[in-house]
């Protein structure tokens, strides 16, 4: 474990790069050789969207990093927040309590605020326009919704009282969860059924991208999918009848160029007969 804290206390930009591209490469592999679905696309051209919104993604984080240094810094020097106001309990049990907190405020809350506020839905919305999922959606992100989750995960960190090297932990675990969950693999429904009751697996996560409500609406979690269930915004979906996107913009034109994904929160909102509360 000390190891652990060690290397992420001072991991290098290009170890946190190499999680990211090496994660999409190697799911992106499994999922060209074990497919859950077989679909008609151009790989590569979809791939290059949701590569742009991956590289905006970056740049708006390192822009704001400094702010979460701060915060964590600022958190461990006036021993603020819950991990600092817990009794003394072993160093395993603390770095999976703040990884709980930090998964619940960082992606479950935001992920389920993004859905209920008009307006971050706005931006949230360009996530779920893709009728593609595989793993490089994981990262379809508008820049607006960047700095929506980024200010997310630095309220986390401030009221989780969580040291710098647990909130890279943090990151680099929610990269690769997003990029696992949103991969088009074909699992054993056994096995992704008994991992769908610790972490969010690819076919629970599929149910959030079915195009219409009730399903959007549920399933928000990234890594542990405790809070789903704790809360009961988990459902399921058998995976024959998911049909990807939302039922607002279901046109190419509309989901399939990018200069019209990042045009979209600008956009006169739109309600579908089935997504009216969007």
Do not use: C
């Not at 499994?30 to 949701?50: C, D, Q, R, V």
């Amino acid at each position: 474990m000390n190891e652990i804290i060690t290397y992420f206390s001072t991991i290098p930009s290009s170890h946190r790069s190499l999680i990211l591209v090496g994660g999409i490469t190697i799911f992106w592999l499994i999922e060209s050789t074990f497919p859950l679905f077989k679909m008609k696309y151009k790989k590569w051209n979809h791939a290059g969207i949701n590569f742009f919104f991956t590289l905006t993604t970056i740049i708006v984080n390192f822009i704001l990093a400094f702010i979460l240094i701060k915060t964590a810094a600022w958190t461990t020097e006036n021993q603020f927040g819950i991990l600092n106001w817990l009794p003394k309990i072993p160093i395993w049990l603390y770095t999976i309590t703040g990884l709980l907190l930090l998964d619940l405020i960082g992606a479950y809350l935001a992920h389920l605020v993004e859905h209920k506020v008009k307006f971050l839905w706005r931006f949230h919305i360009i996530h779920h326009t893709d009728t593609w999922i595989d793993t490089t959606s994981a990262n379809r992100h508008h820049p607006g919704e960047s700095v929506i989750r980024f200010t997310f995960t630095t309220l986390g960190v401030l009221f989780v009282g969580s040291p710098m090297w647990m909130v890279f932990l943090y990151q680099s675990l929610s990269v690769i969860a997003s990029q696992f969950n949103h991969a088009n693999i074909s699992l054993p429904n056994k096995l992704d059924v008994v991992l769908s009751y610790f972490i969010v697996s690819p076919n629970m996560h599929k149910v959030h991208h079915h195009y219409v409500l009730p399903y959007t609406d549920s399933n928000y979690g990234n890594i542990f999918s405790v809070w789903d269930r704790l809360f009961g915004t988990f459902t399921s979906l058998p995976k024959e009848e998911l049909i990807y996107g939302v039922d607002t913009h279901m046109l190419p034109e509309e989901n399939n160029k990018l200069k019209n994904l990042l045009n979209i929160p600008f956009q006169k909102s739109r309600s579908a007969k089935n997504n009216q509360n969007h």
